[in-house]
């Protein structure tokens, strides 16, 4: 009989589950259910599509139902929400939301790819109006509409993680005024103290007024449903509009309800199959947490990279193939204004919870030949392994060219390289690109004499 496989979730890790699986069994059925409007759009380019610098919004929401279904082969069903899973009968019951009607599905095998869900900010008036998230492609348009109409003078957003980040550079692009209220003493936590500083330098910079531990809240809303003010444990902010950033948690309702293992972070615990626990049951992408190669802890780093590979993964071994997900280091990377801004590997403080004997060291390079014209500095503070001579993670924030380093470092953790070896890279030279020594062997150089 044909196989029937059913991915639930249309972003990242969805349709890159459900194309694999028909590619990999060409006469299985395969049907993805999502509840939103769209899928398969690019959600990390929501802030350049908001600032003008991606101008048409197909540019970002290239695969539509009826190209995922041509071009795939995959039966796409959006406005339906699978409320139900009903493991022992191998069935899913869905509901058909324009006409608000329940169908039940069965299958051979289940994909859940059910992403993640903004964390709660859970005080009264954050469903103004002028309250805004930035998780769908919904909520960018629904944000570039009122900032068209409304013209906001003043933006207050609340969370300094990287998509604050983004979205800071994305409202001062377009001349408004940005507040930024974060719970901690410097914006990025997580980062190394000398990164963060360099970012608040930057924001400072470009006149985003940076608020440090701001607990918010309330709101207070006009008559017109917008807020008006945003209020803080110390003080109260103006706001024409509001944006949280505030990060995001594991949305695991429907695998919770059938006893899908969970994590320390509330996300699915799958092995390198993308199994989970439950019988003919995967998933993949923000709904799970990942193993981190390093330090082979379970952590929870949702990234669209990780969410494609491991739906990937999952949609090849649903449809009978035989393939793993080998874990990641975690690569991040974000543009601050004019700064360049990576972590890759871990930080000080998770080498030294996993038992590393770390420490820290920090070189500054030049990203250039010096007399070349933009010539700009590339810092790099490494998170050193003293046992093994080996890098296990670093902190790279600078001038253009600045992630391609991390991306360099980033595979010498992977691949465990040492920093003798580092140092024996052979990089490219070239006025443009590079100086004679790339940053990247300063920092080994550097390293290796101490
Ligand atoms: C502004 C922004 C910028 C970003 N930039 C980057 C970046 O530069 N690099 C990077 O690697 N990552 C970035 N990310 C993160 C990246 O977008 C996510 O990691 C990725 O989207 C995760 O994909 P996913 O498919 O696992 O989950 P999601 O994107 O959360 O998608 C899950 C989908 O499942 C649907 N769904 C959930 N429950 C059900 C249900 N019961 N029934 C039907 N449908 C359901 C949801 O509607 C949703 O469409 C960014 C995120 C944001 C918001």
Redesign the pocket.
Known sequence: MRQRILV???????PSAASKAKRINPDAEVIL????EHVSYG??E??YYLSGSISDIQDINPMDPATLERTRGVNVKTL????EILPVRKKII?RELEHNRVIEYSYDKLIL????TVRKLGVKGVDARNVFR???LADGIAIKRYVTEMKPRACVIIGGG??GM?LCETLRSLGINVTLLHLDDYPMTGLEQETREAVLAELTRHKVEFRPRQKVTGFNVGLDGCVKTVVTESGSFNADIVILSIG?EP?TS?ASQIGIRLGRYNGIVTDERQVTNIDSIFA????CEVKNVINNKFMYI??????SRQ?RVAGENAAGGATVFKGVIRS???KVFDLEVAQVGLSLDESRDSGIDAEKMQVIADSNVKSYPGNRSVNIVAILDRRRRRIVGANVFGGPGTVLRANLLGLAIQQKISVEDISHLDLVYSPPFSPLWDPVLVLANQLRKE
């Open positions: 639930v979730g249309g972003l990242a890790a969805g259910f999502e509840e939103g959600i990390c929501i802030p339906h929400s699978v409320e869905a790819t059910t992403g993640s930035v998780k769908s990287y998509v983004e995001v949305n429907l993949a992408g923000d709904c949702p990234l669209a990279t990780y969410a739906g991040i990377g974000v």
